[in-house]
T-cell receptor, first 115, second 114 residues
Framework: QQQVKQSPQSLIVQKGGISIINCAYENTAFDYFPWYQQFPGKGPALLIAIRPDVSEKKEGRFTISFNKSAKQFSLHIMDSQPGDSATYFCAANTGASGGSYIPPFGRGTSLIVHP | DTAVSQTPKYLVTQMGNDKSIKCEQNLGHDTMYWYKQDSKKFLKIMFSYNNKELIINETVPNRFSPKSPDKAHLNLHINSLELGDSAVYFC?????????????FGSGTRLTVV
């Protein structure tokens, strides 16, 4: 299974601070990079996603920065709030699945935002 | 509500038993998946299935088998349960085999094997 490498494994941030989670990929065929947010006892939910034709996408306090040449992308959470405390997963998908492709997820980052 | 729903939410069973987890989606998606999430939160794909093709992660033991009566349902059957099968199992769906619009996940089934 092709890998998406996610870091850090855990992150503690003070309320109002910036949370940054990084992911790196290898396969240049990936053309869709989503982030998922998972709260305890719930399934992951799509938070924000980016395609490689743009370098940044912002939705409210959440921003994805994408570096195609470095094959890296990151999630930035501005003005982090205690309600953002969750596990975050990056993924890398391709539309050219050919029926034999299983998109990989990163190993997850546990974010704790202290009040 | 449009969603992916799984039952049961909790399942406690003894080693050696056979159990099933049901999954249904009313999103009109035609591809469904099963993921296993371990205690370290790692999400491991187990199966990807649409009405044309079953893709099996080669690391999944053959005690695990997906069963799909129609494209809105993908159940997971597990034979001869082992302690190491204890985990949270998530069903998910997407539109077609193209996953470029992300997955919709169910809320999970916590399986405990004792």
């Amino acid at each position: 299974q092709q890998q998406v490498k996610q870091s850090p494994q855990s992150l503690i941030v003070q309320k109002g601070g910036i949370s940054i989670i990084n992911c790196a990929y290898e396969n240049t065929a990936f053309d869709y990079f989503p982030w998922y947010q998972q709260f305890p006892g719930k399934g992951p939910a799509l938070l924000i996603a980016i395609r490689p034709d743009v370098s940044e996408k912002k939705e409210g306090r959440f921003t994805i920065s994408f570096n195609k040449s470095a094959k890296q992308f990151s999630l930035h959470i501005m003005d982090s709030q205690p309600g953002d405390s969750a596990t975050y997963f990056c993924a890398a998908n391709t539309g050219a699945s050919g029926g034999s492709y299983i998109p990989p997820f990163g190993r997850g980052t546990s974010l704790i935002v202290h009040p | 509500d449009t969603a992916v729903s799984q039952t049961p939410k909790y399942l406690v069973t003894q080693m050696g038993n056979d159990k099933s987890i049901k999954c249904e989606q009313n999103l009109g998606h035609d591809t469904m998946y099963w993921y296993k999430q371990d205690s370290k939160k790692f999400l491991k794909i187990m199966f990807s299935y649409n009405n044309k093709e079953l893709i099996i992660n080669e690391t999944v033991p053959n005690r695990f088998s997906p069963k799909s009566p129609d494209k809105a349902h993908l159940n997971l059957h597990i034979n001869s349960l082992e302690l190491g099968d204890s985990a949270v199992y998530f069903c998910a769906s997407s539109q077609g085999t193209e996953t470029s619009h992300g997955y919709t996940f169910g809320s999970g089934t916590r399986l405990t094997v004792v």
